[in-house]
């Protein structure tokens, strides 16, 4: 019993540096607030169909208005989705099916603007300097830009790979 119940105490203590972990990451990679972020790191480590906000409550330490707050603004998002069992009142939270293509097309539009950044900037330079450089090798940063494209172009056409393969992959994430 008591080797069992130190065991329980163990993997709680690694969840909840994990969750913590995970938290710190999203909140500086996701832009999720601080307790968005946990809530979400929670919603990746649970082995449950969802969450309940009691527990949310008691897993995170946190006020029910704040918690209240901050799965609103993960739901008005689209990150996650909550849904109710038959004959409870309880709101249960996970994350949303489509939440990893959503990530993927974001990353996607967002390589796209770099890109064109990029191309914008290679076509002024070029218009620019056209004749006061004697070749466009020899155009400052010139090489830089190109070799960012190309680079743009690769993560682009892979993570367009990679949202076709998610999507023809059954979503384990939509009970």
């Known amino acids: 019993m008591f ?3 130190l065991v329980a105490l163990t993997n709680d203590l690694e969840k909840n540096k994990l969750i913590e972990e995970l938290g710190v990451y ?11 972020a946990r809530i ?26 704040s ?25 249960y939270f996970k994350i949303a ?6 990530q993927l097309d974001k990353k996607i539009a967002q390589w796209e603007m770099e890109k064109e950044m990029h191309l914008k900037v290679y076509r002024f330079k070029k218009n620019m300097f056209k004749d006061g450089v ?5 155009m400052p940063g010139l090489q830089y830009i190109q070799t960012y494209t190309k680079l743009a ?4 056409d ?6 076709e393969k998610l999507e023809n992959t059954p979503n384990t994430n939509s009970k």
């Open 134 to 138: 004697p070749s466009l090798d020899q």
């Open 158 to 163: 892979h993570l367009k790979q990679l949202k």
């Open 97 to 102: 099916p489509n939440d990893l293509t959503e």
């Open 67 to 91: 918690i209240s707050t901050n799965l609103q603004l993960l739901q008005a998002a689209g990150r996650i989705v909550y849904f109710t069992k038959p004959g409870e009142r309880k709101r």
């Open 26 to 36: 999203f909140e500086n990679n996701k832009i999720l607030s601080p307790l968005a």
């Open 40 to 65: 979400f790191a929670m919603l990746i480590l649970t082995d449950e169909e969802g969450i309940s906000f009691d527990s949310f409550v008691e897993g995170l330490k946190a006020s029910k208005s």
């Open 3 to 5: 080797s069992r119940n």
């Open 153 to 156: 172009d690769y993560f682009i």
